[in-house]
């Protein structure tokens, strides 16, 4: 399928999936403390961030069926303490979440949308600034903090590889303060120049209802677009709201990552 545009949008190609996978794995592979190949994908593991599941993975690229998986588990479970699975796959997912959630697995199904069309309105983005890091994971903080968060220890983990992610991947801060001056609402945008994701859109509580999210999403398109950057996307929870609002600014599905979690 060849690219199409719409004004200066351009529509996601038959690669767009496989591009945006391979990005979001250099950001595992760069952010991480150690990644070992294996022929079904990658052992991703952060010692130094045990808490951080994300960053202690086994990632699944190529088909495996559920007894070979298992298997895997079973080899990397004491290295890996905490389980988690991330299955790239269309093919296998879904079977593989039918099975993990027969087996009494945590399932989270994430779907991948891309930058493909032009927004339903024009959004005010005049509210959005650069954030500085420190405010950025202060309210990162409070969005970990609500029911049901992790604990504190995770907390601090979580935001120590938010730091080290940003760090390294060069990730722009946006965000939207109160009148007070108080980081309200955030985002963030990680870009090559050829690919872009929009990351961690959040409103604090009391800052919610005022278009502040759309804002922030629509900014981080407009900066990807001067990037350079021909497929901008991002991820959102396949059973939450969120993915509606991304599809209203432009966003379409062009596939699905699926997480097991289990302790060991």
């Not at 990807?224 to 929870?237: E, P, Y």
């Amino acid at each position: 399928m060849a690219a199409a545009m719409s004004g200066s949008v351009a529509y996601p190609t038959a690669g767009s999936l496989e591009r945006t996978l391979e990005f979001m794995r250099a950001v595992l592979v760069r952010t991480a403390d150690e990644v070992r190949p294996i022929p079904a994908g990658l052992i991703v593991r952060t010692p130094s961030l045990p808490a951080v599941w994300a960053a202690n993975q086994i990632r699944v690229i190529e088909r495996l069926e559920l007894e070979e998986l298992n298997g895997l588990v079973d080899q990397e479970r004491d290295a890996l303490g905490y389980v988690d699975i991330a299955v790239e796959g269309q093919a296998s997912g879904p079977a593989l979440e039918r099975a993990f959630r027969a087996a009494g697995w945590k399932v989270e199904r994430d779907v991948v949308m891309a930058l493909s069309a032009a927004p339903d309105r024009a959004a005010d983005t005049s509210a959005v600034v650069e954030a500085g890091e420190d405010e950025l994971m202060e309210l990162m903080d409070r969005w970990y903090s609500e029911d049901p968060g992790p604990t504190p220890v995770q907390r601090v983990e979580l935001l120590d590889y938010n730091r080290r992610e940003a760090s390294v991947h060069g990730d722009r801060l946006l965000g939207v303060r109160s009148r007070a001056g108080r980081l309200v609402a955030m985002s963030k945008l990680r870009s090559d120049g050829l690919t872009a994701q929009v990351e961690d859109v959040y409103t604090a509580p009391e800052a919610r209802g005022r278009g502040y999210a759309r804002a922030l999403v629509s900014r981080a398109v407009e900066l990807a677009k001067k990037d350079g950057a021909g497929l901008t996307f991002i991820v959102a929870d396949d059973n939450d709201w969120p993915k509606n609002l991304y599809a209203r600014i432009g966003f379409s599905p062009i596939g699905h990552v699926w997480h097991f979690h289990r302790a060991r």
